[in-house]
């Protein structure tokens, strides 16, 4: 137990008392602020929305900013990897962030054709979104010097919610996961999906009672 | 050579008792700032972990528990009633990254250990009315987690659990990645997404078996 003044302790256990942040987590804040601005005024985005919150922590280089475009009150979190590993050579962006979107802790998003994320999807934590792979059908070449496929596109249509871990790959084609879907967490989802359903597992798929019953779609706030 | 080698030695040991400094200072002060339901001894908060101050009232570390880098344990506000939301017993190892999202209540029992990247999550969000965006957060009652000793978690689990009560019994292990909503009874090893049983312990034999033999 803690060696603080039991009269103290006393009020600051009272469960209904406010409790005041950390004013340590004001540095963290100011680094998250900073590093916001300092990404909207100075990144050559696409375009980028009013509100947008990007966590200090965020991995985005400068050098695929203009291939990315963030609507308005975007928030990326900590740790978030958003990513073009072989920079296109036309002028469309490749990332595309709607309105409201929130992208939780330790996502990783990498896009080489595009990759779009409509209005309110959310990401909960340590989720990826990939639209190419690995090339690895030459055998006796290094997998890392294979380069990647040339893969396909990704849209996430509004209000969808992306679960805990899961994966969204896209190895060629078009996929499409439909308005107000839901991703189970630990799901990895490579075909489309229609809109208003539920997917879960490994490989995903349908399972529309989930709504109501044990497995939730556990995501982020 | 031998004095190049021990020089990187003597550098990586002194950045090794750097981070093992900041997280002995940042455990001292969590536990004399924050207002913890109980801050057990010897419990190591590692300074990259993600508590909020508002919400450690509702947080209850016992005895020698260690939180690992990138830790996220947080409470859902509207969550009334005295007794701590986040229950994480006396011995736990919480492992990188996990996260705990607590509503109504998670317990872990002592000795429980966590593999990286689990998460325990006691509610979920509303999604069977398509007119309310997902955005806003009207989070689904949920019910209680309990998880009680000596259980195991491997790395990436789900534990989450939408509408009742779930509990892993004593001694059970979760496999990487599995995805568990329903409660388990005790001594099994649950793999799988949606998560199955896959062995028993028998108690006259004194080994695992597979539930069906």
Not at chain 1, 83 to 93: A, H, K, Q, S
Not at chain 1, 100 to 108: F, I, S, Y
Not at chain 2, 85 to 93: A, D, L, Q, T
């Amino acid at each position: 137990m803690s060696s603080m003044p039991e009269a103290m302790r006393h009020v600051m256990r009272d469960p209904r008392s406010k409790t005041l942040e950390d004013p340590l987590s004001l540095v963290t804040r100011l680094a998250s602020r900073f590093r916001t601005l300092w990404m909207s005024w100075t990144y050559p985005f696409a375009s980028v929305g009013g509100e947008f919150r990007a966590h200090y922590t965020c991995d985005l280089r400068r050098s695929i900013a203009p291939y990315v475009r963030i609507g308005d009150s975007v928030r990326l979190d900590r740790d978030v990897w958003v990513n073009i590993p072989v920079l296109p050579g036309t002028n469309e962006p490749v990332i595309v962030f709607d309105e409201g979107c929130k992208v939780g802790k330790r996502c990783m998003i990498s896009a080489k054709n595009r990759i779009h994320f409509e209005r309110n999807v959310v990401l909960a934590p340590s989720v990826l979104v990939m639209d190419h792979n690995h090339a690895f059908e030459n055998v006796n070449v290094p997998i890392k010097s294979q380069g990647i496929t040339p893969g396909g596109t990704i849209r996430i249509e509004e209000g969808c919610r992306v679960g805990f871990g899961a994966a969204i790959v896209c190895g060629k084609g078009e996929l499409v996961i439909g308005k107000n879907s839901v991703i189970g967490p630990n799901a990895v989802v490579s075909r489309s999906v229609p809109p208003n359903s539920v997917v879960a597992g490994n490989p995903g798929q349908l399972v529309n009672d989930l709504l109501v019953n044990d497995l939730p779609a556990a995501d982020a706030r | 050579m031998s004095t190049v080698q021990q020089d990187i030695a003597i550098d990586e040991a002194s950045f090794v008792s750097i981070s093992r400094i900041a997280t002995k200072l940042n455990s001292i002060w969590l536990r004399h700032t924050y207002p913890f339901a109980e801050f057990g001894r010897g419990a190591s908060v590692h300074y990259s972990c993600d508590i909020g101050r508002p919400q450690s009232s509702e947080i209850c570390l016992g005895d020698d528990v260690y939180l690992a880098p990138g830790v996220w344990l947080d409470v859902t506000s509207g969550s009334a009633g005295p007794e701590p939301k986040i229950v994480i017993g006396s011995g736990c190892s919480i492992g990188r990254r996990c996260t705990m999202l607590a509503r109504n209540q998670i317990v872990l029992e002592v000795d429980v250990l966590l593999g990286p990247s689990v998460l325990i999550m006691d509610h979920d969000h509303e999604a069977s009315s398509l007119e309310n965006p997902v955005h806003a957060p009207s989070a689904v009652s949920g019910g209680r987690i309990l998880i009680e000793r000596n259980c195991w978690l491997g790395i990436g689990a789900v534990i989450a659990c939408g509408a009742r009560d779930l509990t892993i019994g004593r001694n059970s292990v979760v496999g990487a990645n599995a995805v568990v909503g329903q409660s388990f009874p005790p001594f099994s090893v649950i793999a799988g997404n949606p998560a199955k049983l896959v062995k028993t312990y028998d108690q006259q034999a004194g080994k695992w078996v597979r539930p069906h033999e």
